[in-house]
């Protein structure tokens, strides 16, 4: 059952061979077990998780039954869930019940899905290794002495550890893709605007993107069909018509060109790491695809580009927590000043007040047009490349980590270390484009190497394709961590 | 631009954040190290080039001028730090 595939739950709990209360109970009892040793969950709530299932075994009855109907789904920390307590990664936010649902919350609810927990991930969804949390690193499940990537750690490493039959991430930097790629599982981060933000709390706006984590390409369909969607409450949510993103899974991948950017297989790429992503394009040639050399020359500049916007928008969305209508609030102050001041120094870590710091200087007067202003046009330059690019092939493949997953307490102390490990994924939120990792084998230590691809806007159904070919052809995606017990 | 010890107590004051003297210490070594990798992209000629401020070419959607949400004061200030009588508790402003 732990290795069934969503479209396999889906058949058997449809077919009322298991129940969505067992099904339910067997991941609470795994991760009663074994959350303790990985920290991947913040916040579990049994009653609530097999009150959802009961509803969803009473729809199954009645042979209504959707395609995620009754299946457990852990919800990164970031979206609000009603009743919930909803921390995103912070002591600020460590007491908030949210009062309503994100609309991914509502999506899931509404097909009949089960929450199954509260992922823990970097506080804000601010760190690439799940080390910023306020509630402790989570644990890499295929060497609990590194690290799951982040910021979507707690999700990542709940599916590789077959804590929950899929996960909810989001991604403003690469926090779906550089943690999939870290724990050897699957995640897509779609087109800006495809999910809605309603509901998910704010890091960076014109970045953030909600998708789906879990152990293959088919799975990740199923769960964006139910992601996806326009939403009136989100400004920037895409009205488009609604589509199956599993239709092209079968096609075959004859006459496919993937480009590979040279600067992605250059200095600072670890030969593990690009030997297996060589390994998984040869793959793919036997599957009938060529190789087409590209570049994207200004790719080098998103991390500076990216840690003046992120920043930027991030010092404006955090500037909401103040102490007075939620959240965490000192206990001892002079006045309503001092009472933000401490609020705020005591609510948020070390990183979370770094980011802000610097937005605030660079929206500063005097710094705005250095930092921010050219920040975005380089931004519009990244982007160009990206256009460039897609005139000479059909999708983009790359490494999505410079290196595989890295040991707890490696980076702590020098944040310039950290932001350089997400190199390969900034530019794709930059843009807007659409991304994912899929495992590609395993690097040194036999730890997991995530091989990232990347399509043209709204290029998620080929995506999910290209990914679905190759795990029929290979079975990276099926291996599971030896040191946890099945 | 090299970032002095009062700019980061500056910023940390605009933020709305309280520092020690050793917490802004800190912070002014990390922050310079984070400018230093920004520093990078002022070497690019950007004359010309639009600046991108979002990921797509859209407009912002109007609504109609209508009621969305009803009143839920006591469901959103059951979570407030401190309440009462339906207000918001906040430390004396006006004397």
């Known amino acids: 059952m732990l290795n069934s595939s969503l479209r396999q739950l889906g058949s058997v709990l449809r077919a009322k061979k298991i129940s969505s209360v067992e099904l339910t109970q067997m991941y609470l009892d795994r991760i009663a077990t074994l959350n303790s040793e990985l920290n991947a969950y913040i916040t579990v709530n049994p009653e609530a998780s097999l009150a959802q299932a009961r509803e969803a075994d009473a729809v199954l009855a009645q042979g209504k039954g959707q395609a995620l109907t009754g299946i457990p789904i852990a919800q990164k920390d970031i979206f609000c869930a009603k009743g919930w307590r909803t921390t995103c990664g912070s002591k600020m936010l460590h007491n908030f019940v949210s009062p309503y649902d994100a609309h991914v919350i509502s999506q899931f609810n509404n097909t009949g899905a089960v929450n199954l927990g509260k992922t823990n991930m970097d506080e804000f969804a601010m760190g690439s290794s799940n080390e910023t ?42 926090s779906i893709r550089q943690p999939a790629a870290l724990c050897g599982i699957s995640g897509l981060k779609p087109t800006y605007g495809v999910v809605s933000r309603y509901g998910m709390i704010a890091f960076a706006s014109s970045l953030d993107q909600a998708g789906p984590m879990a152990r293959s390409a088919e799975d990740l369909a199923l769960l964006l069909n139910t992601m996806a969607g326009f939403d009136e409450r989100d400004s920037t949510s895409l009205q488009c018509e609604p589509e199956d993103y599993a239709r092209d899974l079968d096609k075959p991948l004859n006459g496919l060109r993937i480009g590979l950017p040279r600067e992605f297989f250059a200095e600072g790429l670890s030969s593990d790491v690009g030997l297996a992503v060589g390994t998984a394009i040869a793959e793919y040639k036997k599957l009938g695809a060529s190789v087409v050399d590209i570049s994207l020359p200004n ?8 840690y003046v916007l992120a920043p930027a928008e991030a010092s404006s969305n955090l500037s909401r927590f103040d102490g007075v209508r939620y959240g965490y609030r000192a206990p001892e102050y002079t006045d309503l000043a001092d009472m933000y001041e401490k609020s705020r120094a005591q609510g948020f870590g070390a990183e979370v007040k770094r980011r802000i710091m610097i937005g605030t200087y660079v929206l ?11 920040a975005q046009k380089i931004r519009r330059l990244i982007a160009q490349d990206f256009v460039e690019a897609f005139k000479q092939c059909d999708i983009i493949m790359g ?18 270390q950290m932001y350089l490990s997400d190199i390969y994924t900034i530019a794709v939120n930059l843009a807007g484009l659409p991304g994912m990792s899929i495992p590609a084998g395993f690097g040194a230590n036999n730890m997991p190497v995530g091989l990232q691809i990347i399509g043209t806007y709204f290029a998620e159904a080929q995506m999910l394709n290209v990914a679905h070919q190759y795990q029929l052809a290979t079975d990276w995606h099926s291996r599971a961590p030896q040191n946890i017990k099945l | 631009m090299s970032l002095t010890i009062n700019d980061v107590k500056k910023v940390a004051r605009l933020a709305r954040l ?10 002014h070594a990390q922050l310079s190290g984070i400018f230093g990798l920004i520093a990078e992209m002022q070497a690019v000629d950007t004359t010309g080039i639009e600046p991108m401020s979002h990921a797509q070419d859209v407009t912002q959607r109007l609504r109609e001028d209508k009621v969305t949400e009803g009143d839920q004061r006591e ?21």
């Open chain 1, 133 to 174: 949390s306020h509630y402790g690193a989570v644990k890499n499940p295929w060497d609990t002495a590194r690290v799951p990537g982040g910021s979507s750690g707690g999700s990542a490493a709940a599916v590789a550890a077959r804590l929950c039959a899929a996960a909810t991430g989001t991604d403003t930097g690469g």
């Open chain 1, 299 to 306: 790719s080098r500049l998103s991390i500076p580009v990216y």
């Open chain 1, 364 to 374: 500063s007067h005097g710094y705005y047009d250095a930092y921010y202003l050219q």
């Open chain 1, 399 to 416: 490494p999505t980590s410079p290196t595989t997953a890295f040991n707890l307490g490696e980076k702590g102390d020098d944040p310039v």
């Open chain 2, 75 to 95: 469901l959103f200030q059951s979570i407030a730090p401190q309440v009462e009588a339906g207000l918001y508790l906040v430390p004396q402003v006006i004397e």
């Open chain 2, 18 to 27: 309280a520092a020690t003297e050793q917490e802004a210490q800190i912070a």
